[in-house]
């Protein structure tokens, strides 16, 4: 009903009764979950859906959002990290998100395991995604990954071939030409060109970074923490802190590996919010 303000408008006119209700419920929609931190002119803009108990209940249960189905009130972060830009050709390499905001950023590799059940587990929590797929693993079928996009993830970039022995193997050109042969897919697919790339195993190398610059990435995404075989690993610590990237794949093991880091999240008290978003590269 927030996305609907001039159809509401309408309504109201209409139907006298109705308008006092709608018009209750947008200043519901208006209302600042946390003044603290939103800020009305906030970029890049969206945050995740908070973990609380105040969200709407129906959020839990509704289908797979589409058009015209309303998500659940996101907060506004300001951020307070800058992505730096790239130095002497390299892109920079991004291991975690140095803020002082309650955000932790998601992100799913691959795309082997094309499964309804991790679509609806985004729709049902609301969860951005960054995703970064290989497009030799999608090619089958890449159109399942536009239901996510329809939810507000988006595609990135993680090579051709996932080779993770890439770096070790493989010169300068030919990291090159798989980089931008993922960058090619994904504009003809999805209709937008990847900003951000994941190395395969998350090696790389000068080389590597010089192909990414190359190639019109911005960064290098890595990761400290991830959710694997129904549990969360981490590099550092015991729970998940503040700026936290978390990688997660599209497995057989999804909704292990998907309930292990909600209830990380949840526990932490972070928000789920879009890398893409809070870096300013959508």
């Not at 109201?12 to 018009?23: N, Y």
């Not at 603290?36 to 209940?57: I, K, L, M, Q, Y």
């Not at 049902?124 to 939810?151: C, G, H, I, W």
């Not at 960058?183 to 790339?197: C, D, H, I, S």
Request: glycine share 8%.
């Amino acid at each position: 009903m927030c996305d609907d303000h001039p159809s509401t408008a309408s309504r109201r006119t209409a139907l006298g009764f109705l308008g006092v209700s709608l018009a209750a419920g947008l200043g519901a929609c208006t209302a600042p979950g946390n003044p603290s931190v939103e800020s009305p002119t906030a970029v890049p803009g969206s945050a995740g859906a908070a973990p609380s108990s105040s969200a709407s209940p129906s959020a839990a249960t509704s289908p797979t959002p589409g058009p015209g189905v309303p998500k659940r009130l996101r907060r506004s972060f300001v951020p307070d990290f800058t992505l730096p830009p790239i130095q002497g050709g390299l892109a920079p390499v991004i291991t975690k998100i140095p803020t002082k905001h309650p955000v932790v950023f998601l992100t799913i590799d691959d795309g082997q395991v094309k499964s309804p059940d991790s679509v609806r587990l985004l729709a049902e929590n609301d969860y951005p995604a960054t995703l970064f797929l290989t497009s030799n693993t999608v090619r089958d079928n890449p159109a399942f990954f536009k239901a996510f996009m329809a939810q507000g993830s988006l595609v990135e970039n993680h090579t051709v071939s996932h080779n993770v022995n890439m770096t070790t193997q493989w010169g300068y050109q030919r990291q090159l030409d798989d980089i931008t042969g993922m960058q090619e897919f994904a504009v003809q697919q999805y209709g937008r060109k990847p900003t951000l790339f994941r190395p395969p195993g998350g090696s790389y190398s000068t080389a590597m970074r010089q192909a990414v610059a190359a190639a019109g990435l911005k960064a290098i995404v890595t990761w400290e923490a991830k959710a694997n075989s129904g549990r969360m690993d981490y590099q550092y610590g015991n729970s998940l802190r503040p700026g936290d990237i978390v990688l997660m794949h599209f497995r057989p093991e999804f909704a292990a590996d998907f309930a292990a880091f909600r209830s990380a999240q949840v526990a932490a008290g972070l928000e789920v919010v879009l890398l893409e978003d809070f870096l300013g590269v959508v």
